[in-house]
């Protein structure tokens, strides 16, 4: 039976006007922009007092800045909507929403209008991002290549899809709002995971340029920042960026089409 487009598109404005009108979602975004806008200062104030003039030394210092910011802002909201999903099935208002649509149409309608207020945040947050960059006046960042930001843009963009689905499948898999508390701890965890990798030659776990840490960017969600980072120093393996994004795709739709399976065996048992 084919989807009704227009049922899914008023489930997903209904979602979004619910998170909108939520005062946790917006008080979660208010700090993640104080944190960004902190973030820019001291980076700012640390190229500038450091005289920082090489394009290697600039791109490390501004991707660990948008690092911070990627997990930040995959953070707002992803985690909102399996929260939505399990509360509804545990309250029994699900019971009421499936005589109005089936239950792909519900999950897909509360996946977009999640994804509809996370792009919006997103957005948001990069504006506050470029608007207090010119603040700080940090004018070494013109040397910064376009190609980086661009790189950096679609891997938060393709980690929040992901996320999000992960979120929603993990709602989709329990009954009770006390269980999916315990579902998305793997998901954190994977998450830690992704957001740390580029930091651990630091301490010396691996080495950026051999070994298993190439090898695992190109593998999404770790390749999130694994992959924008092999490419700022220009290692040469552009097709691994390509093929991330490729395989995000797969993985996105992949979990997709389990949610919706799950959800509505779930629902309908």
């Known amino acids: 039976m084919k989807l009704d487009k227009y049922t899914i598109w008023e489930i997903a404005k209904k979602e979004a006007k619910l998170g909108a009108s939520s005062k946790a979602v917006w008080g979660v975004l208010a700090v993640v922009l104080i944190g960004a806008v902190t973030l820019i200062g001291f980076v700012g104030a640390k190229m500038e007092h450091d005289t920082v003039t090489d394009l290697e030394t600039l791109v490390l210092i501004l991707g ?31 019971e009421i929403l499936l005589s109005l649509a ?11 209008g999640h994804s509809l ?14 608007i207090f960059t010119l603040v700080f006046d940090i004018s070494t960042l013109s040397k910064l290549p376009i190609w980086f930001c661009f790189v950096m843009l679609v891997f938060m963009l ?7 689905a992960l979120y929603a499948l993990a709602g989709a898999l329990v009954s009770s709002v006390e269980d999916y508390s315990v579902a998305q701890i793997p998901i954190v965890f994977l998450f830690m ?6 930091f651990a030659p630091m301490i010396g776990w691996g080495s950026l340029n051999d070994g298993w840490i190439p090898f ?8 999130m920042t694994l992959a924008p980072t092999l490419d700022a ?7 691994r960026t390509i093929s991330s994004f490729a395989i995000f795709f797969v993985e996105i739709s992949i ?7 799950l959800f509505r065996k779930k629902v309908l048992k």
């Open 64 to 94: 660990t800045f948008l690092t911070v910011v990627m997990g930040m802002g995959i953070l707002m909201n992803s985690t909102l909507v399996g929260g939505s999903i399990s509360e509804e099935k545990d309250k029994k208002v699900v």
């Open 102 to 112: 089936r239950p792909e149409e519900l999950y897909i309608g509360k996946m977009l």
């Open 117 to 130: 207020i996370g792009f919006t945040q997103l957005f948001i947050l990069w504006v506050t991002v470029l």
């Open 158 to 164: 393709l980690a929040y899809l992901l996320f999000t």
């Open 193 to 198: 995971a992704s957001m740390f990798l580029p």
């Open 216 to 223: 695992v960017a190109w593998i999404p969600p770790l390749s």
């Open 233 to 239: 120093f220009d290692d040469g393996l552009w097709i």
């Open 255 to 261: 979990l997709n089409y389990l949610g919706t399976n």
